[in-house]
């Protein structure tokens, strides 16, 4: 079964940038369509992105223009670059397979100054 280990978060100041990559292990990763989720405190899951196999992606509207969505299916990795970041997107992100709904433990991003 396909395993989801995310990366890169951690304290960041407003207006920062940040690349949070999601490597799976074992299984096929390039037929999948990946997408990344994130959960601020107290709130539920936010779809943030998804990436098909073939490189469309989807955003989530408040998101669109400050978040983008790419893989690398030589890496088995789906990356989440996140700019100019605010402190309402502290949040914990998740990657997540859509197909099979495998996630990832996710990744602590707090934005703050």
């Known amino acids: 079964q396909a395993q989801l280990v995310e990366s890169g978060g951690g304290l960041v100041q407003p207006g920062e940038s940040l690349r949070l990559p999601c490597i799976q292990s074992?299984?096929?990763?390039?037929?999948?369509?990946m997408a990344w989720y994130r959960q601020a405190l107290g709130k539920q899951h936010e779809l943030v992105a998804s990436?098909?196999?073939?490189?469309?992606?989807l955003y989530e509207d408040a998101v669109n223009g400050l978040c983008t969505i790419t893989r690398d299916n030589t890496k088995n990795t789906v990356f989440l670059h996140m700019n100019n970041l605010r402190p309402d997107y502290s949040a914990v992100y998740c990657c997540?397979?859509?197909?099979?709904?495998?996630w990832g433990q996710g990744t602590q991003v707090p934005v703050s100054s």
């Open positions: 990436i098909t196999d073939r490189g469309s992606t």
């Open positions: 997540q397979i859509i197909i099979t709904s495998t």
């Open positions: 074992r299984g096929i990763f390039d037929i999948y369509t």
